[in-house]
């Protein structure tokens, strides 16, 4: 298993450009989540999703748009790149059975800069 | 809404020595879950331990252990015998158990270990 796959590693954006991350994961995670980490900070939740179809919006979801058309897919949609969000993005997944939380896993993250 | 604060942004500690990084919390429900979180300077989000807020008995994987107090609504992690790869940041992590699961992040603790 290749566990949560993100791409780009890295991107350079100019202000006002829009891009797409992308995020897959192959554990059949009905769970999906996107945090962006701030310099020296902790992650903050941006979006996740409980299943294709269903998203719902997290802590810091301004400037943010997702999709989620298949269970392994979760890609992160930024329109009009702004500074502020420079930052790393992490995708994660998890599962949920019998109504017991089970761990969330992360991918590598994607280093964002917006200049 | 629920917050995590650490209240130690760096620690330091000799090889084969023990220490503890803590972390508080605030929320109004019973039913959550805590997490230590490992983040290396590859950046990959590594899960060290969890701990259900039901159980009494404190978590303990290895050489990690934590110091669960649900009514002081605290949760501090010891290693024991540190080895230098155990230098890294550590997040500190709360999930409500419902149908999100989304984690919510300390700030962070940096751990150095001296040879």
């Known amino acids: 298993n290749a566990g949560v796959t993100q791409t780009p590693k890295f991107r350079i954006l100019k202000i006002g450009q829009s891009m797409t991350l992308q995020c897959t994961q192959d554990m059949n995670h009905n769970y999906m989540y996107w945090y962006r980490q701030d310099p020296g900070m902790g992650l903050k939740l941006i979006y996740y999703?409980?299943?294709?179809?269903?998203?719902d919006k997290g802590e810091v979801p301004n400037g943010y748009n997702v999709s989620r058309s298949t269970t392994e897919d979760f890609p992160l949609r930024l329109e009009l790149a702004a500074p502020s969000q420079t930052s790393v993005y992490f995708c994660a997944s998890s599962r949920r059975l019998a109504g017991v939380p089970y761990e969330q896993y992360f991918g590598p993250g994607t280093r964002l800069t917006v200049t | 809404a629920q917050t995590v604060t650490q209240s130690q942004p760096e620690m330091s500690v000799q090889e084969a020595e023990t220490v503890t990084l803590s972390c508080t919390y605030d929320?109004?429900?019973?039913?959550?879950?805590l997490f230590w979180y490992k983040q290396p300077p590859s950046r990959q989000m590594i899960l060290v331990i969890r701990?259900?807020?039901?159980?009494?008995q404190n978590a303990t994987e290895n050489r990690f252990s934590v110091n669960f107090q649900k009514a002081a609504k605290s949760f501090s992690l010891k290693i024991s015998d540190s080895q230098l790869g155990d230098a890294a940041m550590y997040f500190c992590a709360y999930s409500l158990n419902n149908a999100g699961n989304m984690l919510t992040f300390g700030g962070g603790t940096r751990l150095m270990v001296k040879p």
């Open positions: 999703s409980v299943g294709a179809g269903i998203t």
């Open positions: 701990q259900e807020a039901y159980k009494q």
């Open positions: 929320t109004s429900e019973s039913d959550y879950y």
